[in-house]
């Protein structure tokens, strides 16, 4: 436990030294290497669901049929073999909705969902390997698409790990209804406070009240997002932002302007 407790990443990393691969490659392939089944079911409640066979490390991965795209299923393969693999995360089988499958926020409630989802991510797209590709392009919505689809990853998963490699000053916002639901920024974006409600200067915004446009982009004033004082300078953002019908949600990233 403590500071020695490994990361989800880490464990990730570790199970792609042990079979000498850089990266998964075909995710159902890599599942059953380590005892997984992997099996197409018409589910209406589950997005993913772990099946374990008693007392071996063996097991089955149910995942729902009808998930169209191809990057999402395979993550949801991937948040299944974090469960199966990660300390902690029981022996009773577990099923996993596609808002657990789309949880980063680290919420006691859904600490193991977040540190499922860390874990493919790294499993699917690991951080070195994605650096080589975002140091030396803008880190914008349609790159992580890319990225996602060339990796078979989620676009969420991937879009976050690009805000944590690139050397940009970058954030991303992940909105339900007008409601900031959850933000994660990377280190040198600074310290700050989001709005709780989106503004109806931000792209995002904007997206929600006309969804005949699924994605815009453009410069904001930084409090349009979050809360500054007075006394702070106020600098400008670049705003990319893509509304999401699935989910009904709007995912930004942000980027300051030096
Ligand atoms: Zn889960």
């Known amino acids: 436990m403590g500071s020695f407790e490994r990361t989800p990443e880490e464990y990730a990393t570790e199970l792609l030294g042990y079979f000498e691969m850089p990266r998964v490659g075909d995710v159902n392939s890599f599942a059953k290497m380590i005892g997984l089944k992997v099996r197409e079911v018409p589910s209406q409640t ?35 073999i974090g469960h199966f693999v990660l300390p902690g995360h029981g022996t009773a089988d577990c099923s996993c909705t596609a808002k657990d499958i789309n949880s980063w926020q680290a919420h006691v409630s859904r600490q193991k969902e977040v540190s499922a989802n860390r874990f493919a991510s790294e499993l699917l797209l690991p951080a070195r390997s994605l650096y080589e590709i975002v140091s030396h ?11 996602a689809n060339e990796h078979q990853t989620s676009l969420t998963a991937t879009a976050i790990k690009c805000v944590d490699v690139t050397d940009e000053a970058c954030a991303l916002v992940w909105s339900i209804n007008n409601h900031i639901e959850w933000t994660h920024k990377n280190d040198s974006f600074w310290p700050f406070i989001p709005k709780t409600r989106l503004d109806q200067n931000s792209c995002a915004g904007r997206l929600f009240l006309d969804h005949s446009q699924p994605a815009a982009e453009g410069e904001v004033e930084a409090d349009v997002w979050l809360c500054l004082d007075n006394n702070s300078d106020k600098p400008t953002l670049w705003e990319d932002s893509l509304f999401l019908p699935y989910y009904n949600a709007v995912l930004s990233i942000l980027t300051i302007e030096f």
């Open 46 to 80: 589950f997005d993913g669901a772990l099946i374990r066979v008693p007392n071996k490390l063996k097991g089955v991965v149910a995942v729902r049929e009808t998930i169209r795209e191809s990057g999402k299923k395979a993550f949801t393969v991937a948040h299944e």
């Open 137 to 147: 392009r803008k880190a914008t919505l349609a790159l992580a698409q890319e990225i």
